[in-house]
């Protein structure tokens, strides 16, 4: 305020940087829960074209017998996208973990 920094300039320039590894941390905790959310689309979804990749995982599980080599294949492409979010964000992640309990 006293160099004429405004309230927006303030929240940029001081705020968000020091809250980025936290606010990062918490858009992949967000992302993997929303990714790998399996109750609440099995509840609304009645289309099987509208299912999810989790849903489309439990496919090949049957009552009596379990297809073993397509559920690997599909649980590892399904984790992939998880590894690329968590391999960019890597450095915020480990921070926003170890800072968020510390007082500097």
């Keep these: 305020m006293i160099d004429g920094c405004g309230y927006p300039r303030i929240f940029w320039h001081v705020i968000l940087p020091d809250a980025k ?5 918490l858009s992949i905790f967000i992302f993997m829960g929303t990714w790998n959310d399996f109750l ?3 509840i609304y ?3 099987d074209r509208l299912k999810t990749l989790t849903l489309g ?3 090949f599980q049957g009552v009596y017998t ?3 080599n397509y559920l690997m294949a599909g649980a590892l492409i399904v984790l992939l996208p998880v590894l690329v979010v ?3 964000a890597q ?8 800072l ?4 500097e």
């Design 57 to 59: 995982l439990a496919t």
């Design 66 to 68: 379990t297809q073993w």
């Design 21 to 25: 590894p936290a606010l990062t941390t």
């Design 40 to 42: 609440g689309p099995l």
């Design 45 to 47: 979804i009645n289309d």
């Design 91 to 98: 450095r915020y992640f480990v921070e926003g973990i170890t």
């Design 86 to 88: 968590y391999i960019f």
């Design 100 to 103: 968020s309990g510390l007082k």
